[in-house]
């Protein structure tokens, strides 16, 4: 079974561009997160989707961000514009029975 | 609301000795109880998870966990390090019934030496 892909894997930025991050979760998983990750800081929840409606995003900086999961499948997350404090590994898991399985995340640098 | 605290943001063993990596939990309600592992550039990887039932819970590569509701504790032990246990542990409580809703702690590096 192919796990969790997330694409790119580094991306460096200057402050006030746009980036856009894509998760393809396991086959058959209903339910897709978005985390970021600060450096020295424990994964923190941005978005959960189930199928294509969010059923959390009380913790998204909706002022700059964005996330989209139109057909169920695949999710980007949007940052725009970027500040340094975005600066952080963005990390996708998806689950099935509940058990969330994390890709390997994207690193961004935001200089 | 919930929360974790990790005890020791580094943690430094040599080969062969017991691994320990503390983690006190908060919730208001009966949580579910986990551990992750993270390798470097890696996402992260279930190691074992507490539900219900027995209160000691035994993962992958060796490491197990005991659930201690009077000590709101979730300590992560195993009993000899090998150097591919090097890694940052991340402990995550949620609320019972669901996996869902991950609180995750700051993050315990362990360094496993010669």
């Known amino acids: 079974e192919a796990g969790v892909a997330q694409s790119p894997r580094y991306k460096i930025i200057e402050k006030r561009q746009s980036v856009a991050f894509w998760c393809n979760p396991i086959?058959?998983?209903?339910?897709l997160y978005w985390y970021q990750q600060i450096l020295g800081q424990g994964p923190k929840l941005l978005i959960q989707?189930?199928?294509?409606?969010?059923?959390?995003d009380s913790q998204l900086p909706k002022d700059r961000f964005s996330a989209e999961r139109l057909k169920g499948v695949d999710s980007t997350l949007k940052i725009q514009p970027a500040k340094l404090e975005d600066s952080a590994v963005y990390l996708c898991?998806?689950?099935?029975?509940?058990?969330?399985?994390f890709g390997p995340g994207t690193r961004l640098t935001v200089t | 609301a919930q929360s974790v605290t990790q005890l020791g943001s580094h943690v430094s063993v040599s080969e062969g000795a017991l691994v320990l990596l503390r983690c006190n939990y908060s919730?208001?309600?009966?949580?579910?109880l986990f551990w992750y592992v993270q390798y470097p550039n890696q996402g992260l990887q279930l190691l074992l998870k507490y539900t219900t039932g027995a209160t000691l819970v035994k993962g992958i590569n060796g490491f197990e966990a005991e659930f201690k509701k009077s000590e709101t504790s979730f300590h992560l032990t195993k009993p000899s390090a090998h150097m591919s246990d090097a890694a940052e542990y991340f402990c995550a409580v949620s609320e019972t019934g669901t996996a869902s809703k991950l609180t995750f702690g700051t993050g315990t590096r362990l360094q496993v030496t010669l």
């Open positions: 989707f189930q199928n294509n409606g969010v059923v959390d």
């Open positions: 086959s058959g998983h209903a339910t």
């Open positions: 898991a998806s689950s099935l029975d509940g058990w969330q399985y």
């Open positions: 919730s208001s309600v009966p949580p579910y």
